[in-house]
């Protein structure tokens, strides 16, 4: 056992969760900006959709080499760097003339997206371990409010006319310094490098221990395609539960925006109460439970004749879906045969390919066949879950 494990403070508690809120609102304000970049571009639901893969992709070529770069230099020490490289490239995505170039500016941000929600995850998951509180939900209670405020702020710099590309490069600027003074204030992680030195002997396993390695590998990776559901979901309700009621309800530009508001604030509401839930109720149960209710929420909004009706269903889908990512990331970190590192970093990127890619393939099926049916589709990502969700277990801890 390593005795030099660090013992969190509630200052680097805090501090996470200050990486947390900040990383996502510069991203947060460039959601409500999509509509204005596509009449700008000229283009269509599809041609759109094909673009918006761009970042999914990004995310995908990294899956292999951040947890690798996370095991090699450290989560702090990738989190401090991806976090400043994201903000500063975010902004470019504003500033295109074609799909083309949509396609690629996005392609750069998934790729330095990837290691730093990775180094997040894995230094909240550290920090969680060494002061013995559960903070994961919290954490990403406190993500969905960076989301909705830099939404706030997006809507706000489109109302007063400020072209996207300027209003994202004024948001990078104010929070930068921020940013990266909260990532570099972090406490290296010694339970880490103890991780990553036990993984490098269970990297090598004999013949004897390759069914369990075998076993541990599927155990994590159930959980990754649990929270894909839940991500797949939650990506396709950010970016179109403000277009449905729209649509569907002829709302105005305010009333609209209540859609993404209301699903914001369930998150919010249901991730900032998880971690006692985590605490007091079995995992594989409380997945279950949650994710059957966002089920009723989707066949409420799918099958709601009023703008009230409808926002009930965002309510209980955000509510549902709210606990999904941070459980799976607190289940997976402490399954063994590899690091937390290995583990998050897998995790993290086929829930964040589930998110970024849900949009535009919603876009592509609501093209051909409306916007109702297109959303019910949803149904498909949340059996996916409710299947892997026994995979929580602690009976699958290897």
Not at 18 to 39: C, D, H, K, N, S
Not at 208 to 219: F, L, M, R, V
Not at 278 to 301: D, H, M, Q, W
Request: with cysteine; charged share 10%; glycine share 8%.
């Amino acid at each position: 056992m390593n005795t030099n494990k660090l013992t969190a403070t509630n200052r680097d508690r805090n501090l996470i969760r200050l990486v947390f809120f900040l990383q996502p609102i510069v991203l947060g304000a460039w959601f409500p900006r999509i509509a204005e970049m596509q009449a700008q571009l000229g283009l269509s639901h599809t041609e759109l959709s094909i673009a918006l893969i761009g970042m999914p992709c990004g995310l995908i070529i990294s899956l292999f080499v951040s947890s690798h770069l996370a095991d090699y230099f450290g989560a702090k020490a990738l989190l401090s760097v991806s976090i400043i490289a994201f903000i500063i490239t975010m902004p470019f995505a504003g500033y295109v003339n074609s799909q083309r170039q949509l396609f690629i500016a996005l392609f750069t941000v998934g790729v330095i997206l990837a290691s730093v929600e990775l180094g997040m995850n894995v230094m909240a998951d550290c920090i969680e371990n060494a002061g013995e509180r559960l903070i994961m939900s919290g954490c990403h209670g406190f993500w969905s409010l960076g989301v909705l405020f830099g939404s706030i702020i997006g809507i706000s710099f489109a109302y007063i006319n400020i072209q996207p590309g300027l209003s994202l490069a004024i948001v990078a600027l104010g929070i930068i310094i921020p940013a990266a003074i909260a990532s570099r204030s972090l406490p290296n992680s010694h339970s880490l490098a103890q991780a990553t030195n036990e993984t490098t002997k269970n990297n090598n396993p004999s013949s004897t221990d390759i069914s369990k390695n075998e076993k541990a590998d599927w155990s994590v990776f159930s959980v990754c395609l649990f929270t894909f559901g839940i991500t797949f979901c939650e990506g396709a309700m950010a970016d179109w539960s403000s277009v449905f009621l729209a649509t569907q309800f002829q709302a105005t530009a305010g009333l609209d925006g209540l859609g993404y508001v209301t699903f914001a604030l369930a998150i919010t509401v249901g991730r900032f109460s998880g971690d006692w839930i985590n605490e007091n109720f079995e995992p594989s149960r409380t997945a279950i439970i949650l994710v059957l209710l966002a089920a009723l929420g989707l066949l409420i909004l799918t099958r709601s004749s009023t703008l009230p009706i409808a926002l009930i269903g965002i309510a209980f889908i955000g509510i549902g879906l709210s606990s999904g990512f941070p459980l799976g990331v607190s289940v997976v970190a402490k399954r063994k045969g590899r690091s937390p590192a290995a583990n998050v970093g897998l995790l993290s990127q086929i829930a964040l390919t589930g998110f970024l890619l849900s949009p535009p393939i919603i876009g592509i099926i609501s093209d051909q066949q409306g916007l109702r049916i297109g959303l019910s589709s949803l149904y498909l990502a949340l059996l996916l879950s409710i299947i892997m969700a026994k995979y929580l277990h602690k009976k699958y801890q290897l």
